[in-house]
């Protein structure tokens, strides 16, 4: 059988190829249309759109950070300190150029020592945060307030007597930075609180250390024409001679030193001794509690009452700074000196740190103001000595030879910002 080769000639049936485009051009256009292509279309429009959500609800969540870190790790923690500025409450005449001094009590930054038995990653977080309240608040309450004394009154760290050599210079560096020094302003932290050398057992070489690095723990310095004491009554209650023998011979040597025409200001850790029925802490104390009377593993509440009543007889002061108790207390201290019965004012400061049992952390701030004439005698209101009674150891008085004033000031509320960044991460994580 032949086969006959088909051609562009042949007449045989062949396909229209004019017509076989148009109409696949058609089927196309038709399948565009269809229920699969149309499903498709609008399931690639959704994805598209549901896309564009997504990335407007991260912005948004990422523009809900920005605002709450700016708003409470600046603005709220500038307001809130500001409210503290000395001409707020300081009182003295026009054009007085005062001392001010900020003291802060208790800051105990968090170690492995202050929630043993907690997982590290938990311990990790809380330091974190604990460290960053400290740090902020203070690096406000230098550019707001710009004290020009910053004084520390204790339990600087919260293990301290526990620690190694090594461990301990890490906290040392650490705390170095929480509460970084400021330039041509002072800063004292050589008040020791039994979280930093203990109480009941103190051992020889964690209180060298800490006199070594933060400088002697009984000293006196002059600020504002006022003789600022600072006294170890921790190592003065232990019975070790070895430990008690530098703030006996200090007690028993500071009227030979220090100049007497200054009014004296004592700075101690641990309280001194009172009782509560005659005096009662005052309305700004946070607990409802009277203040305790008690002791345990290597802390106690209140210095011993004849220990309390040398030191007062011997240094003489007008008022007196302590720390320990974390809350508030301001009383009358009675104590005779010199055969006449005198009044000196003892507060114990807030403590400074969130992690310390009380909702509302504060400083204290003090401003002195003691005008002298060349030869160091005080100078009333009105430019004339004051008289021989001067000074008087009494509470605040509208008295000339009164020559200071003290403010509570609050630090922020700890744990409003942190209900906020919760909500706000959870939030975002849903």
């Not at 992690?355 to 504060?362: D, E, H, L, N």
């Amino acid at each position: 059988m032949s086969y006959r080769r088909r051609d562009k000639h042949d007449d045989s049936p062949q396909e229209d190829s004019g017509a076989s485009k148009d109409d696949f051009s058609h089927s196309k256009d038709d399948n565009r249309h269809s229920p699969y292509f149309v499903a498709k279309r609008h399931h690639t429009s959704v994805a598209t759109h549901l896309g564009s959500i997504h990335y407007q609800a991260l912005a948004l969540v990422f523009v809900a950070w920005l605002a709450a870190l700016h708003y409470f790790e600046r603005i709220e923690v500038a307001s809130v300190i500001n409210k503290c500025q000395w001409t707020n409450w300081e009182l003295w005449p026009l054009g007085t150029e005062p001392h001010r001094v900020a003291f802060l009590a208790d800051p105990q930054i968090v170690d492995e020592y202050s929630y043993e038995g907690r997982p590290a990653l938990l311990n990790y977080i809380i330091r974190r945060i604990a460290d960053n309240y400290l740090h902020r608040n203070h690096r406000y309450i230098q550019q707001v307030l710009d004290p020009h004394t910053t004084i520390f009154l204790g339990d600087l760290f919260d293990g301290g007597r526990e620690w190694d050599d090594d461990v301990w210079l890490n906290e040392y560096r650490r705390f170095n930075a929480v509460f970084p020094k400021q330039a041509n302003r002072r800063t004292i932290n050589i008040v020791a609180g039994n979280h930093d050398i203990g109480f009941e057992k103190i051992d020889h070489h964690v209180l060298h250390r800490f006199a070594q690095y933060f400088g002697d723990l009984n000293d006196y310095v002059e600020l504002g024409n006022h003789t600022l004491v600072f006294l170890d009554t921790i190592s003065l209650s232990h019975p070790d001679p070895v430990v008690n023998a530098a703030p006996k011979q200090f007690l028993d040597t500071i009227n030979d030193k220090i100049n007497t025409k200054f009014p004296r200001i004592l700075l101690l850790h641990v309280p001194l001794y009172r009782f509560n029925d005659k005096s009662p802490c005052g309305p700004l104390r946070e607990k409802q509690t009277p203040f305790p009377i008690q002791k345990g593993k290597q802390y106690q509440t209140v210095i011993e009452y004849d220990i309390s009543q040398k030191v007062l007889a011997t240094i003489n002061p007008v008022v007196l700074f302590a720390g320990d108790d974390h809350d508030y207390c301001d009383i009358h201290q009675f104590y005779t000196f010199e055969d006449e019965l005198r009044i000196a004012r003892e507060i114990a400061a807030k403590s400074c740190a969130m992690t310390s049992g009380i909702k509302y952390p504060a400083i204290q701030l003090l401003s002195l103001n003691n005008p002298v004439d060349g030869h160091l005698n005080p100078i009333d209101s009105v430019g004339k000595p004051a008289g021989s009674s001067y000074p008087r150891n009494d509470l605040r008085s509208s008295d000339s030879t009164f020559t200071y004033n003290t403010e509570l000031c609050y630090m922020p509320n700890p744990y409003k910002s942190l209900r906020v960044y919760g909500l706000i991460f959870e939030s975002s994580a849903g």
